[in-house]
């Protein structure tokens, strides 16, 4: 081989080099994308193969090199426009020769599921609970679960509802920015495969509970638009582990869970529409009511719980005539419909049958059935988020604001909180390609809410001079409004009725999402330690989730959170308005938001009088 001139070894060098940096984004384009095994493998190998290539190529003409690398880019292209994060079912039970449970009578049918490897907690995952609400089910109120033959599997979770796919590349980029950097993981981590046919719950039963044991019942978030129960931060074996039978639910989502027609309502024995995720809500806590027993639980001692939309939805179950009777304590983190105008979840029969209409024109459909026969995979393409509940006169005959009024709540005793920074995510990802809150455009934006009260609003804060403050006071404002304010007059309204009331705020910074909107999750279920980014919390974030597990446990338990060892927590009133601090404190504190309520509540009344 002869000697290379100084013109080929810089292009060797400077190749080299390349290549070298080539091969860190490949494999960081490949961690974000979530591929497949083969698909990594194969990418690799292709893109070594390139390397090389390139080095054997070094006398070639130009033209024949810039081919190759011409075949390279569009081998890149057609892998990152076809790569489609994995989906299987996934066991609820991690390992191999698990020991199967006994088996389990239930409505519909015997059921079978699987112990954990140190046969401490029962898992029965993928219960039905109602029938699939396919074909002409579609948009109807949940109907009893069809019987089956023989024993059910029930070691594997079942189909997560239909609902948009999310953008994987963008939620990899989001997830290193909650990180602050960037950790490989190569390995896939699939989602369940979605369906239309979704209406099941998963128990998680301690093996040694005896009869009449705790139940926890949990409703998970997601906008009322995505989510699924095998979400990693609400795994219930810890929680079991602690001595309660804990339910994981999932309903319908989206358009196929809260669409409104008129032509819905007429075909309904119960003249109701635009709450089906709400009824599926409701026949799975009856479902509990009727069921649990056969697994120890104990139906006289249920406690409702959920985050963000779950939280909505439990407001709602605690309004709703058709759950009085099967719980008696509720737990709502982060979100709430009890208030006169809710700034989310929630909308007008008007509003929800006018999206209903525009639905039916996007798809060029003059009729139901034409609605109906679409297939689920055109229709959850729809640009309308159906994320909202409404009057429907039958599962809500008024708003939940007006039956916790009228004293007609279903719950006694309420545990609720917020987060201290609920809002940061949803505006970081709102501006995450244009201008942050700052200086020169918050008030704006503040005026395309409050209107004429901003005025009135930033009076409240002293002069703010810097882009940092003005960030700051912007994410603290629609923090109160649609998170924090709603938890205080859903407190408020409790109390009221002689509720028994328990009030948080979750300060406690982490390596992840910290103190964002849905942080507190994993500690509150004990899930620090199994949650797939565990790294990045260390011992003081798993002593401060024994602390609030132990509190959650205790109230589900007794409908008092308090127990050895524990700061006390004591219970709230809107005189002294203190809350429970959760964080590297944890302590009774002055409610940081209780300057912001009187002008919330003023807001709020004047947007219902309008």
């Given amino acids: 081989m002869k000697e290379l001139t100084k013109g ?157 796919s999310t953008n994987f590349m963008m939620n990899s980029l989001q997830d290193i920015y909650l990180e602050g950097g960037w950790h490989i993981d190569l390995k896939s981590t699939p989602d369940l495969p979605m369906s239309e046919d979704c209406l099941y719950l998963n128990v998680y039963k301690p093996t040694n509970a005896t009869v009449n044991t705790p139940v926890l019942v949990y409703y998970h978030g997601g906008s009322l638009m995505s989510g699924t129960t095998a979400a990693t931060d609400i795994y219930g074996v810890e929680c079991a582990k602690q001595g309660v039978v804990f339910v994981t639910v999932a309903y319908r989502l989206g358009v196929f869970g809260y669409l409104a027609l008129d032509e819905l309502k007429a075909e309904s024995p119960n003249s109701t529409t635009g709450n089906y995720g709400l009824l599926d809500q409701v026949k799975a806590i009856k479902w509990v009511h009727d069921n649990i027993s056969k697994f120890n639980g104990d139906v006289d001692n249920v406690t409702i719980a959920g985050e963000s939309a779950g939280s909505s939805s439990v407001s709602a179950l605690c309004s709703t005539p058709l759950a009085k009777g099967y719980f008696k304590k509720a737990i709502g983190e982060s979100s709430s419909t009890v208030l006169q105008v809710p700034p989310h979840t929630f909308r007008t029969y008007e509003a929800a049958v006018k999206m209903g209409n525009d639905i039916k024109a996007e798809f060029n459909c003059q009729t139901l059935e034409e609605l109906r026969a679409l297939p689920a995979e055109e229709l959850i393409k729809t640009k309308y988020s159906n994320s909202a509940m409404t009057i429907d006169g039958y599962a809500l005959p008024k708003s939940p604001y007006e039956i916790y009024r009228d004293g007609e709540q279903n719950e006694e005793i309420l545990l609720n909180g917020v987060n201290a920074h609920e809002a940061d995510p949803f505006i970081f990802l709102e501006y995450l390609f244009g201008t942050q ?101 260390d011992e003081s974030d798993l002593k401060l989730s024994n602390i609030m597990n132990s509190y959650f446990i205790n109230f589900v338990k007794t409908g008092n959170p308090n127990g050895e060892g524990l700061p006390t927590w004591e219970e709230w009133n809107p005189s002294a308005n203190k809350i429970l601090e959760l964080g590297s404190n944890v302590s009774m504190i002055d409610d940081p938001y209780v300057f912001l309520y009187e002008f919330m509540q003023n807001f709020d009344s004047k947007k219902a009088s309008n």
């Avoid at 974000?32 to 990594?40: C, D, M």
């Fill in 437 to 537: 809150p700052n200086l020169s455009n918050y008030k704006e934006r503040l005026i395309s809410i409050f209107g004429d009260d901003t005025d009135a609003l930033l009076a409240l804060y002293p002069e703010i001079t810097t882009n940092k403050e003005a960030n700051r006071v912007f994410n603290e404002i629609i923090s109160a409004y649609w998170f924090v304010y709603p938890h205080q007059s859903w407190s408020t309204q409790a109390y009221s009725n002689t509720e028994t009331v328990y009030r948080y705020i979750f300060t406690k910074e982490n390596g992840y999402m910290g103190t964002w909107h849905s942080g507190e999750i994993i500690y509150a279920y004990g899930n620090v330690k199994n949650e797939r980014k565990s790294y990045r919390y």
């Fill in 8 to 164: 080929q070894k810089a292009y060797l060098i400077t190749h080299c080099i390349l290549a070298a940096i080539g091969l860190v984004l490949l494999l960081f384009l490949l961690d974000i994308t979530n591929l497949r095994v083969f698909g990594v493998t194969l990418s690799i190998i292709c893109y070594l193969l390139f390397a090389i290539g390139m080095v054997f190529l070094i006398k070639k003409k130009w033209y024949i090199k810039v081919s190759l690398i011409l075949v390279m880019v569009i081998f890149v292209m057609l892998m990152f426009i076809t790569a489609t994060p994995l989906t299987q079912k996934l066991q609820a039970v991690s390992g191999d020769n698990l020991e199967k449970t006994a088996v389990v009578s239930v409505e519909g049918g015997q059921i079978q599921g699987v112990k954990t490897q140190d046969g401490e907690v029962e898992v029965y995952a993928g219960i039905p609970y109602a029938k699939a609400p396919v074909g002409e089910l579609r948009w109807k109120e949940p109907q009893d679960v069809e019987a089956w033959d023989g024993v059910r599997d029930c070691s594997y979770f079942e189909n997560r509802a239909m609902q948009a």
